[in-house]
């Protein structure tokens, strides 16, 4: 990559602060997106988690739900975490009234899937992408994949009353986690989007 390239971070709603800290970690060049100007000249987008009921009403209040679909449909790199992959999702199960994503990922997800009782949870989980080394995975009210398309790659799954569920997913230039890498010290999905599908796509 010739220069350092200058990833976006979703600002209306989530946990923006950590994901700005973990792609400074890896070398990009972190910048905040409120409004749809802040678009312009992105190398990649970071969608974070949070709660995607909220983020989909701000994200259509500040006016960039048609610049943000455009964008993806273009081709921008975007990664999402939690609500972040709820917004990629095409499809979304047991979502608020109304609720719209952006889209970009041929998967359905369910919201809220993991239950209330056990809705926040860690495991370790390995993904051919970033090595031998397991990734430690914190799902916080976390959604999965329930079905998903021919061009998505699942990445990793979690299994749950012996039927595995996806939870790591790839289609082209958009990735997604169920989970929240950002919250631990280990910057490698952040590297992997950044090198690999943000320096691939240059
Ligand atoms: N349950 C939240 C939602 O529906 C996602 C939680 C998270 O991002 N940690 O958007």
Redesign the pocket.
């Known amino acids: 990559m010739s220069t350092t390239p200058v990833i976006g971070v979703l600002a209306v709603q989530?946990d923006v602060v950590e994901h700005v800290r973990a792609l400074d970690a890896v070398g990009a060049s972190p910048r905040t997106v409120r409004r749809p100007s802040e678009l312009e000249g992105l190398d990649g987008l970071v969608i974070?988690?949070?709660?995607?009921?909220v983020?989909d009403k701000l994200v259509r209040a500040f006016d960039l739900r048609t610049p943000l679909r455009a964008a993806i449909r273009d081709g921008l790199p975007v990664y999402g975490?939690?609500?972040?992959m709820?917004m990629l999702a095409d499809r979304i199960l047991d979502g608020a009234a109304g609720q719209q994503t952006l889209g970009g990922i041929d998967i359905t997800v369910r919201?809220?899937a993991f239950g209330r009782q056990i809705d926040s949870f860690e495991t370790d989980l390995v993904l051919d992408v970033l090595g031998p080394e397991p990734l430690r995975a914190v799902f916080?009210?976390?959604?999965w994949v329930e079905e998903s398309g021919p061009g998505v790659s699942v990445l990793a799954s979690v299994v749950r009353e012996g039927r595995e569920h996806p939870v790591v997913v790839r289609q082209g230039n958009l990735l997604a986690t169920s989970f929240?890498p950002e919250v631990t010290g280990d910057r490698r999905v952040h590297a992997h989007f950044v090198r690999d599908i943000v320096g691939g796509s240059r």
């Open positions: 989530g974070p988690g949070g709660e995607s009921t983020m975490t939690c609500a972040g709820i919201r809220n916080i009210r976390a959604p929240h």
